[in-house]
C-alpha cells in the first residue's frame, strides 16, 4: 500500500496511525510547516497543500499512490481536487487502488429524531451539507470514470484526545443546552481510523455511516463529563434563548439517529461503541491537548 491522505488533520492522523505502519509510503499535506512534527508522529511524510494544482512533490507521491484518502472540506468554491482532477484520477494516479472521501452525517438533513441509514435519502439543511453532498456526487462520478472502489464515510461529531467533553468541563466552556427531542451521534476518532484502515486494507467501496451506536441529547454528554471528573454539571439553559453563533444554531436545526450496520456488517467492531466508553478511555486527558 502507498497512502496519500489530503488534509492530515484530526481524522487524518488517526487514519495515518492505523496504516502507516502497513504502507510502502504514507503521505499527507498540510497548510503549515508547522504541523510536519504531528503528520511525521503519525508516521507520514508531510507536504504543503494549499489548494490548486499540486506541487512537484505532491504530484511525484500521487504518481505512485494506491491509496488515496481526501479529508480537505469543501470551500466557497466547493471541493478543491474535484477541480484538480478534472481531466480524471488516472493521470494523476496511475496505480490507484482505492479512494476515501471523508463526508458527514449532514447530508441527511433533519429527519425528526428518527433513524437514518445509508439508504435514505439525503436532504441537506446547512449550505455546508449542501456542499459536501455535491463533493461526495462529484468523487463518485471521478472513481466511475477511473473504475476504482469509493469509499464515502459519512462522520457523526468527532471527538478523541484533546477534542472533548471533559476537556470543555476543565476549561470552564462547557454549557447544557436543552432543546426536547434533540439527539446527536458522535465518533471517537479513533474509530474513524480503525473503519477507515479497514475499507482501506479491503478495497470496498460505497457509502459508510462511521457512528456511534448511541444518540443522545447532549446535555447527556455533558453530565456524563461531570460525573467522570467528579463535578456537578453546569445549569441547564434552553435552546430557545441561548446565545449561539449561527453556525451553532444550524447544528440544532437536524435532528436524527444514525445507524451503523453497515461498517459492522463488514467486520468492523468499534473500540468506543458510545460516548461513556469514549469518555472514560479519556480520563484524565481533559486538560491536555495530545
Known sequence: MRLMIFGAGFSGLAIARELAGECEFAGGTTRSPERFTALQGAGLTPFIYEGGAPSDDVSAALNEATHLVM?????????PLLQVFAEGLRPAMPKLEWVGYLSTVGVYGDHGGEWVDEDTPCRP???RSVARLAAEDGWTRLAAEANVPLAIIRLSGIYGPGRNALKTMHEGKARRLIKPGQVFNRIHVADIGGATALLARQRLGGIYNVTDDLPAPPQDVVS????????????????????LSPMARSFYGENKRV???????????FLYPDYHAGL?????????QK
Open 280 to 288: 472514560d478511555a479519556l480520563r484524565g486527558d481533559g486538560s491536555r
Open 259 to 269: 445507524s451503523n450496520a453497515k461498517i459492522k456488517a463488514t467486520g468492523y467492531d
Open 71 to 79: 479529508s480537505i472540506s469543501p470551500d466557497t468554491a466547493g471541493d
Open 125 to 127: 439543511k446547512s449550505r
Open 224 to 243: 456524563e463529563a461531570a460525573r467522570i471528573i467528579g463535578v456537578e454539571p453546569p445549569a441547564e439553559i434552553d435552546f430557545e434563548t441561548a446565545e
